[in-house]
Every structure is written in structure tokens, then in C-alpha cells.
């Protein structure tokens, strides 16, 4: 069974930097699409950061885009997403997504498995 295991997440003033790791188990994550959603209260999940299987593929959303850098470590089974200049409407929770078929992309409806979230609170 798969099991995806956000962490870094927390309270950071704007302006900030987080660095958040997804640590996957259960399936080594070399062949592995992945991505980074986010949701904020009374919002939809929206997409933030991809990543294709071979890692030699990025894409991000229009906000992330020069502020994060999406990356994987195969040899650790994690997946990074480092945040840089952090703003308040970075404010939400953050999921990891993984999907076996090596598709992944940018909607949430390309990824079969999902961590549990963790939240990133940004201060003004």
C-alpha cells in the first residue's frame, strides 16, 4: 500500500521561505508522476507543482512560478517543494500526489494517491 507523508509546513512571516517533503512508502517513486496541490478554507484544491516521472519535468501554477522549485529524491523516496518569498495568499493547506502511471499533470484528477496535508500558515 502506498502511504504519502507530508511535513514542513508551519508558520512563516511574508516573505519566507518553507521547504515541504512528501516521504512516500509502500512503492519506490522512480517511475512515479508527482505533484503538489493546495486548498485554503472555503476554496477548491487547486494545482501548484508538478513533477514527470523522470524528474526531468517540471510545470507550476502561475503563482508558484519563480517562487517554488518542485523536486524529487529517488534514491530518499521523498519529493521536495521549496517555497521562496512567501506571501499571505500563500496561506492553505498543501497535498502531495503521486500517480503510478506516469502521467501526473496538472489536475488533481491525474493522481491516484494523496497525503494527508500539511498547513502553511503565511503572517503579514
Known amino acids: 500500500q502506498v502511504q504519502l507523508v507530508e511535513s514542513g509546513g508551519g508558520l512563516v512571516q511574508d516573505g519566507g521561505s518553507l521547504r515541504l517533503s512528501c516521504a512516500v512508502s509502500?512503492?519506490?517513486?522512480?517511475?512515479?508522476?508527482m505533484g503538489w496541490f493546495r486548498q485554503a478554507p472555503g476554496k477548491e484544491r487547486e494545482f501548484v507543482a508538478a513533477?514527470?516521472?523522470?524528474?526531468?519535468?517540471?510545470d507550476y501554477s502561475d503563482s508558484a512560478k519563480g517562487r517554488f522549485t518542485i523536486s524529487k529524491d529517488n534514491a530518499k523516496n521523498t519529493m521536495y517543494l521549496q517555497m521562496k518569498s512567501l506571501k499571505p495568499e500563500d496561506t492553505a493547506a498543501y497535498y502531495c500526489?503521486?500517480?503510478?502511471?506516469?502521467?501526473?499533470?496538472?489536475?488533481?484528477?491525474?493522481?491516484?494517491?494523496w497525503g494527508q496535508g500539511t498547513q502553511v500558515t503565511v503572517s503579514s
Open positions: 500526489a503521486a500517480d503510478p502511471y506516469k502521467i501526473g499533470g496538472l489536475s488533481a484528477s491525474g493522481y491516484d494517491y
Open positions: 509502500g512503492r519506490t517513486i522512480s517511475n512515479y508522476a
Open positions: 513533477i514527470s516521472w523522470s524528474g526531468d519535468s517540471t
